[in-house]
């Protein structure tokens, strides 16, 4: 099984929003163990709407990330990718919690994209996802 986590090459985190990230680093796990990752740069892949496929071509089943708004969401989905949000701190930490199904996520986190600005928020007990997109913004290519 691969699974991705958004990555931050300066410090070695979950990147916060899924939109913007650079660089996944992609777990192979066999057995509850990793047992291989590589850091792949997501420059190449030509932006927001084709991380998904991305990442479905690299045979990922499942994103650990930090926020993410409705249209991604739904673009990994029809990828047939299970996506974990809600996850910050350590990305290796958090890919071997999954691997122990001990990983602890928030189903509610989300982003909110105001006038090309990216925000991510994690709410607290709320039912649902709440993305609101105002300005232009980039459509979702999505996996069939």
Not at 118 to 135: L, P, S, T, V, Y
Request: hydrophobic share 30%; aromatic share 6%; with cysteine.
């Amino acid at each position: 099984m691969k699974i991705a986590a958004t990555y931050s090459k300066e410090d070695g985190s979950v990147f916060q929003h899924f939109g913007r990230t650079e660089w996944f680093k992609i777990y192979s796990i066999d057995n509850g163990k990793i047992t291989g990752d590589e850091v792949v740069s997501a420059a190449e892949t030509g932006g927001h709407s084709a991380l998904a496929p991305f990442l479905a071509e690299k045979g990922v089943s499942v994103l650990i990330c930090g926020g993410l708004g409705g249209g991604a969401r739904m673009a990994l989905s029809s990828c047939g990718i299970t996506v974990l949000p809600g996850v910050s701190g350590d990305a290796d930490t958090a890919a071997k919690a999954f691997a122990n199904g001990v990983l602890e996520y928030n189903e509610n986190a989300t982003c909110h994209h105001h006038d090309g600005e990216h925000e991510c928020h994690h709410h607290e007990g709320e039912e649902g996802h709440h993305c609101h997109h105002h300005g232009d913004e980039e459509g979702h290519h999505c996996c069939h």
